[in-house]
């Protein structure tokens, strides 16, 4: 690894470490972990998260407003295939823009760029908190359905699972989305450590 690109990595290792700390400080109800979970972490381990998972982030100028991962399942803890399903994690919008289908976009965009990725790729899953409403709403309008597993955790969550497939993919369409948000709202996409070959 070339020492440009391991410096753009510890950057969008940073990066992701404020999102996810912003994303804590705002929703805390959203998420399990805590602002000073997020700060305990090492730079090493954001770094390992943008290695081992594929980051999203919306942004509007250098102000992180938005995050999404996809991760593969955890062989220690997950059925499914690694190879042909992804788990959807933190997805988080900031406040002020909330309301305005960003957060539907932000995980078409995370979409995209998995599919570019792994062709594979047959389900996508996640577990969303059963008092998180909003979120709840946003994955059924996308077509996610919810299955009968619960976790009865710290907070219930119950999981949902959308099909994916070649025709869902062409049906992401971000083109138009992805101006519109720049025009409207000066929000942009990119993936974390898109640049990185390690």
Not at 68 to 91: F, G, L, M, W
Not at 113 to 140: C, D, G, M, P
Not at 166 to 179: E, P
């Amino acid at each position: 690894m070339g020492a440009s690109a391991s410096s753009a990595l510890r950057e969008d290792a940073v990066i992701l470490h404020d999102a996810m700390r912003e994303a804590v400080r705002t929703s805390p109800d959203s998420f399990l972990k805590t602002v000073e979970d997020i700060d305990a972490e090492s730079l090493d381990y954001w770094i390992d998260e943008i290695r081992s998972s594929t980051w999203v982030v919306a942004q509007r100028g250098d102000e992180v407003v938005g995050v999404v991962a996809a991760k593969r399942p955890d062989p220690d803890h997950d059925d499914e295939d690694q190879e042909t399903s992804r788990y959807i994690e933190s997805v988080w919008i900031a406040p002020d823009l909330r309301g305005h289908r960003l957060g539907k976009r932000l995980i078409k965009c995370l979409l995209e760029a998995e599919y570019r990725k792994s062709k594979h790729i047959k389900q996508v899953l996640l577990w969303v908190f059963t008092t998180n409403s909003a979120a709840i709403k946003l994955y059924r309008n996308m077509g996610f359905v919810r299955t009968p597993r619960k976790n009865e955790g710290i907070k219930t969550e119950i999981e949902y699972r959308r099909d994916f497939n070649r025709k869902v993919y062409a049906a992401i369409g971000l083109a138009v989305a992805r101006w519109h948000d720049k025009l409207r709202y000066g929000v942009t996409y990119r993936e974390l450590g898109n640049g990185d070959s390690a």
